[in-house]
Nanobody, 124 residues
Framework: QVQLVKSGGDLVQPGGSLRLSCVVSGFSLDYYAAGWFRQAPGKEREFVSSISWNGGDTLYADSVKGRFTISRDRYKHTVSLQMDNLKVEDTAVYYC?????????????????WGQGTQVTVSS
């Protein structure tokens, strides 16, 4: 139900940009929040960003504020993450997810449906 359909590649140099997108389909709840999480090898999954059902409210982890931008298109049922000024520490597998709630949330337990994930590597 949550499919990451494009990443624009998985290797980028520090300071570069990358855009991730996913499509939510077959989801019965109309007013749902969506989010992005990431997990580096040997580390716990961590929150990156979240957006409310209508895009009116967004949340960002302190580590990505000012660099990442989350957005959604309710007509196309897509959720995107624009990543700018990437750093080596951004290297991780990135996941998009849909929650059974309307408001944005940083808690991974709020999300019920998860995409397959994609590797993003930032290296020179």
């Amino acid at each position: 139900q949550v499919q990451l359909v494009k990443s624009g590649g998985d290797l980028v140099q520090p300071g570069g940009s990358l855009r991730l997108s996913c499509v939510v389909s077959g989801f019965s709840l109309d007013y749902y929040a969506a989010g992005w999480f990431r997990q580096a090898p040997g580390k716990e999954r961590e929150f990156v960003s979240s957006i409310s059902w209508n895009g009116g409210d967004t949340l960002y982890a302190d580590s990505v504020k000012g660099r990442f931008t989350i957005s959604r298109d309710r007509y196309k049922h897509t959720v995107s993450l624009q990543m700018d000024n990437l750093k080596v520490e951004d290297t991780a597998v990135y996941y998009c997810a849909a929650a059974l709630r309307a408001s944005a949330s940083s808690a991974n337990t709020a999300y019920r449906y998860w995409g397959q994930g994609t590797q993003v590597t930032v290296s020179s």
